[in-house]
């Protein structure tokens, strides 16, 4: 029995542990949430990020939750009511045994080639993405865009500023974190056509489980399409990396 939990403010391994700690000692509970989470880096958890619980929060009787006693039974029962369809998401993403999709070729020969652009290091993140997203929800989305270059930027970012054409792009070469194959946009394709109004919500759950930051959780400009990957790095602190030559033999920057 496990459970995919959203990371709250404040929170890492210790006062997750202390959340659910039950019959036994802090450090079994903070052993088996390491143990569940082997990719989770705990130093550099954040909020928003998605963790497996290996229990569950609802039914155990062993562990104890101070939220849960607070709240009547039924306002918990129609909270969970209302989340049938996000649940449902979780659940698949549960069975999963490395909370992501399958590492190989995608159902689209263009997301396949846009993959292998990607950074090396995300490159089984978004093939799980898009091989998941099919698998679980049955939609078959696209890599719109991913490594696109500095120079390639730089063009997008006059455009509708100094060059014809609507703004694109907030950011200019050397910003994005499209510029050194850390992320991807995509799109659903339905009958063959794009289209933008889709399931958003649940590509980010299913995102978040591959590894994947969502452009959704951006304050600013909320950028749906957009997964990212960055290993704690800014895309300033890339462009630095960048500027001082740190790419490897095949013009990937070192991470
Ligand atoms: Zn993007």
């Known amino acids: 029995m496990s459970t995919t939990y959203q990371i709250q ?5 210790k006062p997750l542990a202390e959340k659910y700690k039950g019959n036994f000692s802090l450090d079994v509970y903070k052993q088996k949430l390491k143990k569940a989470n082997p990719n989770v880096d705990w130093n550099k958890i954040e909020k ?6 290996p229990w569950s929060t609802s039914t155990k009787p062993t562990f104890t939750k101070k939220t849960t006693s607070k709240k ?23 069975n999963c045994k490395n909370k992501c999709g399958e590492c190989k070729s995608t159902w689209d020969s263009s997301t396949n080639k846009k993959i292998k652009l990607l950074h090396p290091k995300i490159r089984c993140n978004a093939y799980g993405l898009i091989n998941k997203i099919e698998k679980d929800l049955k939609i078959k989305v696209r890599i719109t865009t991913g ?49 933008w109004n889709t399931k958003w919500k649940e590509f980010a759950l299913i ?45 990937y920057i070192i991470l």
């Open 9 to 13: 403010q404040g929170e890492w391994l």
């Open 72 to 94: 009547s039974t039924n306002k918990v029962k129609k909270k969970a009511k209302n989340k049938s369809n996000k649940k449902k998401v979780v659940k698949k993403i549960k």
């Open 147 to 195: 490594y696109r270059t500095i120079a390639e930027q730089n063009r997008l970012y006059a455009q509708g500023r100094t060059t014809p054409g609507k703004k694109v792009t907030t950011v200019i070469g050397g910003r994005s974190i499209h510029n050194y194959g850390l992320a991807i946009d995509i799109v659903e394709i339905k009958n063959g056509k794009a289209n």
């Open 48 to 53: 928003g990020d998605i963790v497996e619980l």
């Open 207 to 251: 995102g978040k489980a591959c590894g994947f930051k969502w452009g959704g959780d951006w304050k600013k400009f909320k950028d749906k399409p957009h997964f990212q990957k960055t290993f704690g790095y800014s895309s300033l602190k890339l462009l630095r990396k960048a500027k001082r030559n740190e790419f490897d033999k095949d013009g």
